[in-house]
């Protein structure tokens, strides 16, 4: 393609009602990271309670609490204009100089376009023409499209996206089967390829639901990844219409049958195998992974607006509001990790019986990684990889604890906690290029075991403690949310230091990611979008609202600490 095309868009970028609209100069909220904002609620703030069957919808005016954070951003509208490549708006506006490498970026991604039919419907995982192997590099991923999704929408091109969700939703009503097993009505693909035979000139699908991955898992994280995407489109572009389809209404219910099907859990969490996400090989994340119990979280929140009120999304509604009510509550509960809390565990009771327990995992004390009792700074907090009977996994997973922001999971105080711990162990999650995926890396005997001598997954390489740019835009945008601006850009500008140069890496290795990794792939197309995603919410920080929602006070549970330790 030659360059960006016009496609008359609206001159206001996201639809907002009149009880939406704000007059605020968006561009200011990059210097000012208190904000005490007072307006009316929309249809995606209205608390969980006021949601349920039977209640009307009540708009009322609140104010917001002084925090750093950008709670209340999620409804501003968003202003029209592109960004990026010949024309950018929001730079212009907002007296940006847009970096070099930014051009060059958007020319890359427009290389990694998939065509069907004459029409654009996702970008492939990566460009890279030095490559012996493809492998499964030529398809389009779903989690790896949406960062290639928000910069389009971001940059005023959504058609690719439409075409993207309804492709998936087709493919979504495939039969799926693995041997002789059916996979679930409601599972998304991992990913799909475009077949062009240029004798009939015909175009065809083939879709892989886990069957070709390596392990044989089906991916947990499309199916919340495509709804988190579908709202993102709609608040982008206005277009209530799409997701309103009776197909895009089917395919959420379809998902949300899967996830919130009852079984013999007495958790609200979701069980899940290993691989079964970005970090898609055996990597020790089996249990309940915070990876998909965020993406979960936001994943319900995200169709709990967009679902109809007939009687069959009335259902799900009632069904969606109880399962948030109590997963925040756990997460929050069980899954959060401070200095005090780490002081706590350390001190636990274990065998406790009956329902006073306070130790309610029966975690042994003694099984607490000497490392996290010094990476543990005294202000600061993360939410752990992992909570299971007996088993708290410590380490450290940047994508979880990004979209626990973003999506509220994590309350304002706990969002700013894990801001102060980016920023405490800057060296170790960072370094010199963003971002740590996993901290620390697994070595020796347990590497051996964790992993069963995987040699792509060596300590502090590829899911290890590998560096993957494509982490940089949910960095970004958890940053401008809490009102931390200034981190994104020092992690920005040593992103860009070396991306361009390197030729967009897959990922990098080493304790501070200082080499290419030893099998990334170049022009990772991820790595790209994340990149310009980036760029974009730092010059135009509204658009922030189609990936992130606002706390519901409703939800806040009283956590008290726990008092289970020895006199």
């Known amino acids: 393609m030659d360059g960006p095309r016009e496609l008359g868009l609206r001159n206001v970028g996201s639809h907002c009602s009149i009880s939406e609209a704000d007059d605020y100069d968006l561009s200011r909220l990059l210097d000012k990271p208190r904000l005490n904002i007072e307006r009316q609620r929309s249809f995606d703030e209205r608390s969980l309670s006021e949601m349920s069957i039977g ?71 990566a460009y890279d023409h030095a490559s012996e192997e493809v492998l499964n590099y030529d398809q389009v991923f779903v989690r790896d499209f949406v960062p290639s999704a928000l910069a389009f929408l971001m940059n005023g091109e959504p058609e690719i996206v439409k075409n993207f969700l309804l492709k998936t939703l087709y493919l979504q009503g495939w039969e799926k089967r693995i041997d002789r097993f059916k996979l679930g009505e409601g599972a998304m693909p991992a990913s799909f390829k475009v077949l062009h035979d240029p004798v009939r000139k015909t175009d065809a699908l083939i879709a892989d639901f886990g069957e070709s ?10 199916g919340f990844w495509w ?34 099907s009852e079984g013999f859990d007495t958790f609200p969490t979701l069980l899940c195998a290993d691989g079964c996400s970005m970090i898609d090989r055996r ?27 007939d009687a069959e999304g009335k259902e799900f509604v009632e069904r969606i509001v109880k399962r948030l009510h109590a997963l925040s509550f756990h997460m929050r509960s069980y899954f959060w990790l401070d200095f005090q809390q780490l002081n706590d565990i350390y001190r636990y009771k ?49 994508l979880g604890n990004c979209v626990a922001i973003l999506s509220s999971l994590a309350t304002p105080e706990q969002s700013l906690a894990i801001m102060d711990l980016i920023e405490a162990r800057w060296e170790e999650l960072v370094g010199e290029m963003p971002l740590k995926i996993s ?12 992993t069963g001598c995987d040699p792509k997954n060596t300590r502090w390489s590829y899911h290890n403690g590998g560096s993957w740019p494509v982490l940089l835009w949910l960095l970004t945008a958890a940053c401008i949310k809490t009102g931390r601006p200034q981190i994104a850009r020092r992690a920005i500008e040593l992103a860009e230091s070396r991306l361009l140069k390197d030729s967009w ?10 080499y290419i990794g030893k099998q990334a792939r170049k022009f990772q197309t991820w790595s790209i979008a994340g990149y310009l995603v980036a760029k974009m919410m730092l010059e135009d920080p509204s658009h922030l609202l189609m990936i992130s929602l606002e706390e519901d006070k409703q939800m806040k549970p009283l956590i008290k600490r726990s008092a289970s330790w020895t006199c």
């Open 505 to 514: 890496p897959e990922y990098y290795d080493g304790k501070l990611g200082r």
């Open 283 to 309: 990597m020790g994340i089996y249990g309940y992974p915070i990876e998909i119990q965020a993406l979960f979280f936001m994943a319900l929140r995200s169709a709990l607006p967009m679902l109809k009120h």
């Open 350 to 398: 274990t065998e406790e019986y009956s329902h006073t327990a306070v130790n309610k995992f029966n975690v042994i004390p003694d099984s607490i990684p000497d490392w996290v009792f010094d990476f543990m700074p005294t202000r600061g907090g993360y939410f752990i990889g992992n909570v299971s009977p007996a088993r708290m996994d410590f380490r450290w997973f940047c």
């Open 439 to 450: 901290y620390p890396a697994i070595e020796s005997h347990d590497w051996r075991i964790v």
């Open 227 to 260: 709804i988190i995407l579908l709202r993102a489109y709609t608040k982008s572009t206005g277009d209530l219409s799409l997701a309103e389809t009776p197909e895009c209404q089917k395919g959420m219910r379809l998902i949300l049958t899967l996830c919130l």
């Open 55 to 125: 209640v009307s919808p009540r708009f009322s005016t609140r104010a917001a609490e002084n925090t750093r954070g950008l709670e209340n951003f999620e409804n501003m509208c968003s202003p029209g204009g592109r960004s990026g490549l010949n024309t950018p708006a929001s730079s212009a506006r907002n007296s940006f100089e847009p970096h070099p490498m930014v051009a060059d970026a958007w020319e890359a991604l427009r290389r990694s376009l998939v065509f069907f039919r004459g029409q654009p419907v996702g970008t492939i995982a």
């Open 213 to 222: 991955a390596i392990g044989r898992v089906a991916p947990v994280d499309s």
